[in-house]
C-alpha cells in the first residue's frame, strides 16, 4: 500500500521568506496527488491535485508543487508567504479510491 | 451550495457509552470516508464507503463500526467508547477518484 512522509513537522518562517514543504510517497506506476491545508479551527481544504500532465501544478493562493516521479516527491512551494497561511498541511496519495495522508507539516509565519 | 456537515461539533462522553457521530453530504457522492485525526499521526482512515450497503475498515477500524442505508449518511458508531478514542473526527465525501471533500470536523472527548 501506498504511504506518505513528511519531514518537516514544524516550520517557522518570517512574512515574505519562501516557503518549500517536503512530501515523498512510496512507490511509483500512476499517482494521484494533493496538498491539503487546515487553517486554525477549520477543516481541511484543498490547496493542489496532481493527477498528469504538467508537473508543476498551480494552486490557490500562490501555492504550486512540482512533481518529481524519479524522487517519488511532491513538494509544495510558496515564493512569498504571509501571515495568513499559518495553518497545517497535509500531503496525500490517493490509493484506489482512499487518501493515504502524511502526518501534516504545521507552518507558522510571523509578522 | 453542496456542502458536507457533522454533527455534533462537540461532544463529551463517558468511557463505555455508545456515542454516535453523524456526517450528512448533499454533493449525492457515492464514495464517503471517516478520518480521525491526531497530533503526529496526522489523518487515519477509519472507515469508508463506496455506496450504498457497502462498508470497508480503515487503518484503524477497531472499535468503530459505520452503515450505509442512504446516499447521503455515514453515521459513525463507537461501540463502547474508551480514552484512546478522544480525538477529532472528519467526515469526506468524493465522486470517484476525485478530491475529497472535508466536513468541519466534531471533536470527541471520553473521560
Known amino acids: 500500500a501506498q504511504s506518505v512522509s513528511q519531514h518537516n513537522h514544524h516550520v517557522i518562517l518570517s512574512e515574505a521568506a519562501s516557503l518549500e514543504l517536503g512530501c515523498n510517497y512510496s512507490y511509483g506506476g500512476t499517482v494521484n496527488l494533493f496538498w491539503y491545508v487546515q487553517y486554525p479551527g477549520q477543516h481541511l481544504q484543498l490547496l493542489l491535485k496532481?493527477?498528469?500532465?504538467?508537473?508543476l501544478v498551480k494552486g490557490i493562493k500562490g501555492f504550486e508543487a512540482e512533481f518529481i516521479k524519479s524522487k517519488f516527491s511532491f513538494n509544495l512551494r510558496k515564493p512569498s508567504v504571509q501571515w495568513s497561511d499559518t495553518a497545517e498541511y497535509f500531503c496525500a496519495v490517493k490509493d484506489t479510491d482512499k487518501l493515504i495522508f502524511g502526518t501534516g507539516t504545521r507552518l507558522q509565519v510571523f509578522p | 451550495d453542496a456542502e458536507i456537515t457533522q454533527s455534533p461539533r462537540h461532544k463529551i462522553t463517558e468511557t463505555g457509552r455508545q456515542v454516535t457521530l453523524a456526517c450528512h453530504q448533499t454533493w449525492n457522492h457515492n464514495n464517503m470516508f471517516w478520518y480521525r485525526q491526531d497530533l503526529g499521526h496526522g489523518l487515519r482512515l477509519i472507515h469508508y464507503?463506496?455506496?450504498?450497503?457497502?462498508?470497508n475498515k480503515g487503518e484503524v477500524s477497531d472499535g468503530y463500526s459505520v452503515s450505509r442505508s442512504n446516499t447521503e449518511d455515514l453515521p459513525l458508531t463507537l461501540e463502547s467508547a474508551a480514552s484512546s478514542q478522544t480525538s477529532v473526527y472528519f467526515c469526506?465525501?468524493?465522486?470517484?477518484?476525485?478530491?475529497?471533500?472535508f466536513g468541519p470536523g466534531t471533536r470527541l472527548t471520553v473521560l
Open positions: 464507503s463506496y455506496g450504498v450497503q457497502d462498508t
Open positions: 469526506a465525501s468524493s465522486s470517484g477518484p476525485d478530491t475529497q471533500y
Open positions: 496532481y493527477f498528469s500532465g504538467d508537473p
